[in-house]
């Protein structure tokens, strides 16, 4: 299975808040997890990524979760600011031919 | 560091005609460049991958014949759409992976072609 199921679909929160972004995969074979921050009309930017060996990483205000056993990670953007207002995507990759797999896409509103 | 260009970023055709999308890794080696192709409020779809010096490895469903990819050296890889259609028209992305073995890609800007 080559998917990533991603939620939710839209997501509204108020400036200063905590957004929650999930993401579940079911390849065992992947082993690096990046997301990526895609504003309208432009190419998607990466953010953050982690592999399995780690359960958290931590960038500024973002921090990815990593739950192995689970097969499901998450992206936390903290103090939530009116730019990060963006589609978010989670990605899965693993094995020799580099190929991401994306999820669908998480729509971010931060209401000022 | 890790910037990937794009041109045009914008282009306009007529049906029949042939667009050419460039991209470019401006200060890496990209061993790897994908393509990849993306509606209005959708996901992006991969379309192929480019290797360097060999044929590219088209996705199931991609017409290769219609959407033929060139990667000539370790910084350009090229997109043709030939006899372009309306439904061809669409955000075209791509992005390069740094020669090396790492597995981050880094994405460009993205090309809009409209086709009418």
């Known amino acids: 299975q080559q998917q990533v199921k991603q939620s939710p679909q839209s997501l509204i929160v108020q400036k200063g808040g905590i957004s929650i972004i999930n993401c579940a995969y079911e390849n065992t074979a992947f082993d690096y997890f990046p997301w990526y921050q895609q504003f309208p009309g432009k190419g998607p930017a990466l953010l953050i990524a982690?592999?399995?060996?780690?359960s958290e990483k931590k960038e500024g205000r973002f921090t990815i979760s990593f739950n192995k056993s689970a097969k499901q990670f998450s992206l936390h953007i903290m103090d939530s600011q009116p730019g990060d207002s963006a589609t978010y995507f989670c990605?899965?990759?693993?094995?020799?031919?580099?190929?991401?797999?994306f999820g669908k896409g998480t729509l971010l509103t931060v209401n000022p | 560091g890790a910037v990937v260009s794009q041109h045009p970023s914008r282009v306009i055709c007529k049906s029949g005609t042939s667009v050419k999308i460039e991209c470019r890794s401006l200060?890496?080696?990209?061993?790897?460049m994908f393509w990849y192709r993306q509606f209005p409020k959708k996901s992006l779809m991969l379309m192929a991958t480019?290797?360097?010096?060999?044929?590219?490895?088209?996705e199931q469903g991609v017409e290769k014949d219609k959407f033929l990819i060139n990667h000539a050296s370790l910084t350009l890889s090229t997109l043709t759409v030939t006899s372009a259609h309306p439904e061809d028209s669409s955000f075209y992305i791509c992005s390069a992976r740094l020669a090396g073995g790492a597995d981050t890609q880094y994405f460009g800007p993205g090309t809009r072609l409209t086709v009418l």
């Open positions: 982690i592999r399995p060996d780690v």
């Open positions: 200060d890496f080696q990209a061993t790897t």
């Open positions: 990605a899965a990759t693993g094995g020799s031919n580099y190929k991401l797999t």
């Open positions: 480019s290797n360097e010096g060999s044929k590219a490895t088209y």
